[in-house]
């Protein structure tokens, strides 16, 4: 039944070593006989076997992508969806498929980067968040293999790494700027996981923000939490019983902010009235919240696409120079944020 | 640099077509033998190149998992990353890498299965949708290739598949009967697209309710949109401006409810004081909408990971009789349905 080499051959009038050689794209064999030969392909409708067409050509035509403990964490949040939808964006139109990572923990996630690297399985790796002193940067900067990173590198030595990113310090900056001029001093800062670049970068415009005005950072304001789902909500009640709470949150994303959203409702402290509240990414969600949230867009589906571009460049040109990408975020202003209200004038 | 066959070959003190068949796991070769040479390739830090050794077992280790116009649609509802979540964690336990389709259209995607199956590129494949009159199960049912799918066939004839679905109908019918026993009777149904299966069986369950119930089927209260995004708002619209509104809403999924909610706190109709939301699914944000969705857990995680299972038992044994897996649901209770006040007694 299955169409072979053979009777490609004999319907293009060629030899059976001359089928392989357009299948590997050759520079041995002319134009003319290559497009025969392909008709004659496109007629019997043969497909060339994946991995032998991959063992001759050394091309995979797959990327890895390689998404932090995927299985837990990652697919809860929008923003790896968001981030993969624009990926396959790009490697549709570039005719690439996705293989995903599976692992759990660091050292999982290594081990597949070692497996697809050694085997060839792919011929290049998005790597989709950037941790501090990230095991898998370094392997892949030791093996020379072509990967792109949605994020930045921590350590200044990766100068070699190609990224895209936001300028998420400065976005932070930005929004605990905005509070400030909404007469806010007291801001809390809900943060990520401190082992991704993001938060430090988050934080560290939070700080910048508090200290041009002349307002002292309190540690206390400060807190992180890794379960976005219900990071959220605790993190409101550590913040709530402080001697002085503060009036105004910055929230290192969306889903998370959803959940202080429900804990500051459930404790009947009312957003923008009594609270204000600003955070990160912009995912669909963030407008179908009540009220809808006032964040940032960092475009998501942008950096995504941005980064297969690159790494799709990079791979058919192994001499593209190193690209540092910032996609420019925007700020959103919805309906979470309020000037503050001296506490002397609130009637109720 | 690189470590090969011969390396592994001389360390373990044997040929390297033993080495070769060995990678192939040939039953020709003696358990200790093998043993001898697996230490050796640890010990060299060997790792047989991926398409070769594919190519020798006919295995790839890997499965395709196709979703419908991912990077359009599927990607911006969490459903199918919650889908990928269980697949991920069933594949990782399995060692299976998994394989993303990218096409955007049924035809795309068509051509995408095709490739994987006629060059071998996956195992098996995972469809993580079903569409009535389905063009890609019916070529793999030609092909006679290993599949799963999530959901289930349309068409009787499509006996021998093996899914993993939730009794659908059942879920609509029980929601549907608990609005009724809440005293509503004008019951709008807000279904998504009318080629997926699942649109299909909600709405029969839906019916069914309604006849058991000897309530009036009314064919302007049944609505079905596509985007999920809008088309929960674009719904209302169209219901609300019923000569007689509906008092109560079965709504598709979650994403499509926020946005029900969404526009009725536009218009000022308070859920569920005036009006009655349930829908299905039970992804985590509809714990964090307010008010909290009163909605039908379909263990979305549970749905991937019983497929995957299936799959790969598929695919290590041919023989495997079909299965037809029923995923149980179960009604959550939140605080968008209220019993139905008539309307004279409404104060305000």
């Given at each position: 039944?299955?169409?072979?080499?053979?009777?490609?051959?004999?319907?293009?009038?060629?030899?059976?070593?001359?089928?392989?050689?357009?299948?590997?794209?050759?520079?041995?064999?002319?134009?003319?006989?290559?497009?025969?030969?392909?008709?004659?392909?496109?007629?019997?409708?043969?497909?060339?076997?994946?991995?032998?067409?991959?063992?001759?050509?050394?091309?995979?035509?797959?990327?890895?992508?390689?998404i932090p403990?995927s299985?837990?964490i990652a697919f809860q949040n929008p923003f790896f969806p968001e981030v993969i939808r624009g990926i396959?964006?790009?490697?549709?139109?570039?005719?690439?498929?996705?293989?995903?990572?599976?692992?759990?923990?660091?050292?999982?996630?290594?081990?597949?980067?070692?497996?697809?690297?050694?085997?060839?399985?792919?011929?290049?790796?998005?790597?989709l968040y950037?941790?501090?002193?990230?095991?898998?940067?370094?392997?892949?900067?030791?093996?020379?293999?072509?990967?792109?990173?949605i994020g930045?590198?921590?350590?200044?030595?990766?100068?070699?790494?190609?990224?895209?990113?936001n300028?998420?310090?400065?976005?932070?900056?930005?929004?605990?700027?905005?509070?400030?001029?909404?007469?806010?001093?007291?801001?809390?800062?809900?943060?990520g996981?401190?082992?991704y670049?993001v938060?430090?970068?988050?934080?560290?415009?939070?700080?910048?923000?508090?200290?041009?005005?002349?307002?002292?950072?309190?540690?206390?304001?400060?807190?992180?939490?890794?379960?976005i789902?219900?990071?959220?909500?605790?993190?409101?009640?550590?913040?709530?019983?402080?001697?002085?709470?503060?009036?105004?949150?910055?929230?290192a994303d969306d889903l998370m902010a959803?959940?202080?959203?429900?804990?500051?409702?459930?404790?009947?402290?009312?957003?923008?009235?009594?609270?204000?509240?600003?955070s990160f990414n912009n995912v669909m969600l963030s407008?179908?919240?009540?009220?809808?949230?006032?964040t940032v867009d960092i475009h998501i589906y942008?950096l995504g696409?941005?980064?297969?571009?690159?790494?799709?460049?990079?791979?058919?040109?192994?001499?593209?120079?190193?690209?540092?990408?910032?996609?420019?975020?925007?700020?959103?202003?919805?309906?979470?944020?309020?000037?503050?209200?001296?506490?002397?004038?609130?009637?109720?």
């Amino acid at each position: 039944m299955a169409v072979t080499i053979k009777d490609v051959a004999k319907l293009a009038n060629v030899a059976p070593s001359t089928v392989s050689r357009v299948i590997a794209n050759s520079s041995r064999i002319s134009e003319r006989t290559k497009e025969r030969v392909r008709e004659a392909m496109e007629e019997l409708g043969y497909h060339p076997n994946f991995n032998a067409r991959s063992l001759v050509n050394q091309q995979t035509n797959t990327l890895g992508v390689i998404i932090p403990s995927s299985a837990k964490i990652a697919f809860q949040n929008p923003f790896f969806p968001e981030v993969i939808r624009g990926i396959t964006s790009k490697a549709y139109l570039e005719k690439f498929g996705l293989y995903l990572s599976t692992g759990q923990t660091e050292n999982e996630i290594l081990e597949e980067v070692r497996q697809m690297v050694q085997s060839r399985r792919v011929d290049g790796i998005l790597l989709l968040y950037s941790k501090v002193d990230d095991k898998v940067i370094n392997y892949l900067i030791e093996e020379d293999f072509p990967f792109v990173l949605i994020g930045r590198p921590y350590e200044a030595e990766a100068m070699n790494v190609s990224y895209v990113n936001n300028d998420n310090l400065k976005a932070a900056k930005t929004v605990t700027e905005y509070l400030l001029l909404l007469g806010h001093e007291n801001i809390g800062f809900i943060g990520g996981n401190l082992d991704y670049v993001v938060t430090r970068d988050h934080k560290e415009g939070y700080q910048q923000a508090l200290k041009k005005a002349g307002v002292e950072s309190k540690e206390e304001y400060i807190v992180y939490y890794d379960e976005i789902q219900e990071g959220g909500q605790e993190a409101v009640i550590e913040l709530m019983s402080l001697k002085t709470p503060p009036t105004a949150l910055v929230v290192a994303d969306d889903l998370m902010a959803l959940g202080v959203l429900r804990m500051l409702d459930e404790m009947e402290i009312s957003v923008p009235e009594e609270m204000s509240v600003v955070s990160f990414n912009n995912v669909m969600l963030s407008e179908l919240s009540s009220p809808p949230l006032t964040t940032v867009d960092i475009h998501i589906y942008e950096l995504g696409f941005q980064a297969t571009d690159c790494l799709i460049k990079k791979i058919h040109d192994p001499k593209q120079p190193t690209k540092k990408i910032i996609v420019p975020h925007k700020f959103i202003k919805r309906q979470t944020c309020r000037k503050r209200i001296p506490e002397k004038e609130i009637s109720s």
